[in-house]
């Protein structure tokens, strides 16, 4: 057969995902004929059926699966070099960091202060976005690095691991389990998270699009009403929602430590597993400005891991930073720099992209 072309795989994709050819049509801004004769012509050279259909339904065959896997990592390595050539030619680069606000560990500025020290570093871009977006900022092109609390799908990634930070169960304060100082996993039975899943299982970590913030959750048990009728969008939303009772959330105690409310109890859980958070950046990356942020970032964890671990989790009343003295101190042992503000060096400074 010939070569395939990235239109055909385009096509292919958007009928794949629709599993409609009606609405994959319109997905792709075209009439529903041609896009059926490209289908089959697609077929024709290929020697195999990608599509069982039926006058009521369209699906995938065996090998339209494997297509369908293979296609759209084709598709994100054109996109990603176009990008990353686009990129690359720009006058002034960028290095572009991708994560989800808040979910640092509280390092972010620790880590964009030692990275001003090396000698390779650039200005940076912060990528912001929800969880699950910095994978595929990175394979797209999108973004250079990223720190993430777990890395969910390393198809064409490499990681190093950074530190692990204590998880905590955020409930409202007037919640019968908030009157004891310690709980476990058992506890909660009855109770859901904010994308319904049953919180005695614990939740992936952590991340409120995954542990989380997602899809419209039951009510927990006993809750004053009958849960979101759309995905939460925000830690402001979300913390709202354990407020009223309605569901209760897994939150990395730096989360924890920047975020007390009066109406919001935080509570260690025994049998909870750590958030571990870790920097990825992709496989075939050769830039010297990512190996210089990587690192300042495992330098400055490395540093802070054992002040983390020394913290006591009682958040009730937090006093001064979250980043503690002794963590600056310890990272300047390390060779990274003292804590500043994000954005604050006039010769390296840091834009947002959302």
Known sequence: MNDLESRQLRYFVAVAEELNFGRAAERLGMAQPPLSRAIRELERGLGVRL????????????????????????????TAAARRAAHAGRPAPELRLALKADFDAGLLPQFLAAYRREPEAIPVELVLGGRGDQEAALRDGRADVAVLPELTDGRGLDAEPLLTEPRLVALAAS???????????????????????????????????????????????????????????????????VELGGVIWFVPVSIARRHARPGIAYRP???????????????????????AFVRAATAVAAAAQPVIDAQPLDVARPVGPAWPAEAGQRADAAGAAPPSRPGSSATNPVTVRR
Not at 55 to 77: C, F, H, I, K
Not at 271 to 291: G, N, T, Y
Request: proline fraction near 13%.
């Open 175 to 241: 919640d019968p389990l908030a009157a004891r100082s310690s709980l476990s996993l058992a506890d909660f039975a009855g109770r859901v998270l904010p994308d319904g899943r049953p919180a005695e299982l614990g939740g992936p970590p952590p991340g409120p699009d995954g542990g989380g913030i997602g899809a419209p959750g039951r009510p927990a048990a006993g809750g004053p009403f009958a849960g979101s009728r759309r995905p939460v969008r925000d830690l402001t939303e979300l913390f709202s929602l």
């Open 269 to 291: 859980v025994r049998d909870l597993a750590p958030a571990e958070f870790c920097v990825v950046w992709p496989q075939d990356c050769r830039s010297p400005a990512v190996a």
């Open 51 to 78: 599509f069982e259909r039926t006058t009521r339904q369209v699906g995938l065959t065996p090998a339209g699966e494997v297509l369908l896997r293979d296609a759209r990592t084709a598709l994100e390595a054109i």
